[in-house]
């Protein structure tokens, strides 16, 4: 299968047989880098490697010319602040052109989106990350999270840390549902409640400890729930 030969050689090429000395030269020298030139011969190389296959050459030079013209767009938009979306928006637009061409090789087809049990999923994956937040933002907008007393201890945290980490939760929870797999959330809850639970109670934080309770409740609560609609 193309699509698998190629993603192959791209996380080969830009994993593996990259090393961070080659990725500061080209954040430093964007364009004038050496390194730039000789990592998109790599994966062309890899490409033409893994398709084994000499009638495909353009097929590897398609892939070298544009992961050269995705990098070089990287290196010139990114800056300090924006570094980490560009990554993920280079490797999507590497992802995309694999697929693509596959696509050409008719090895994909939009027939998925006529099937209602992959859209079931898809409808519940997505309802369970921002939607679900805020549904539980407002349920818990009754009560405040500050703690009183003489163990008002402030403690340091991540920004939007709460938000993601609710996301993932309900995320894997679904998960483990949908593969049948109950246990797996049974380790969720137990595994948050030691990482979680341990220091509010050490800090006798009454409010914030049942504050927090109730939130990874209603959002377990929610994946499941969720999950057991779906199935």
Do not use: C
Not at 29 to 49: E, G, N, P, Q, R
Not at 172 to 197: P, Q
């Amino acid at each position: 299968m193309i699509f698998i030969k190629l993603i192959l050689a791209h996380l080969l090429g830009d994993f593996i047989l990259q090393p961070n000395s080659w990725v500061a030269d080209k954040e430093n020298h964007t364009l004038k880098s050496k390194f730039l030139y000789l990592h998109v011969l790599v994966h062309t190389v890899l490409s033409l490697i893994f398709l084994w296959d000499l009638q495909l050459w353009w097929v590897a030079i398609l892939v070298g010319i544009t992961h050269f013209i995705i990098d070089a767009a990287k290196l010139k938009l990114q800056n300090v602040k924006t570094k980490k979306m560009w990554f993920f928006v280079d490797q999507l637009l590497h992802v995309l052109v694999i697929a693509g061409i596959s696509f050409y090789f008719r090895e994909f087809s939009f027939g998925f989106l006529q099937n209602q049990e992959f859209l079931k999923i898809i409808m519940a994956a997505l309802f369970l990350t921002a939607p679900a937040s805020i549904f539980i933002k407002i349920l818990l907008s009754s009560w405040t999270p500050a703690p009183d007393g003489p163990n008002n201890i402030q403690t340091e945290s991540l920004s939007s840390a709460g938000k993601y980490i609710g996301i993932l939760e309900r995320l894997l929870v679904f998960t483990f549902i949908m593969v049948n797999h109950w246990e797996g959330v049974g380790f969720m809850v137990a595994a948050k409640s030691v990482f979680r639970f341990s220091d509010l109670a050490q800090a006798k934080q009454r409010k914030l400890t049942e504050y927090v309770l109730i939130g990874t409740l209603l959002s377990f609560g929610l994946a499941v729930l969720t999950g057991i609609i779906i199935k």
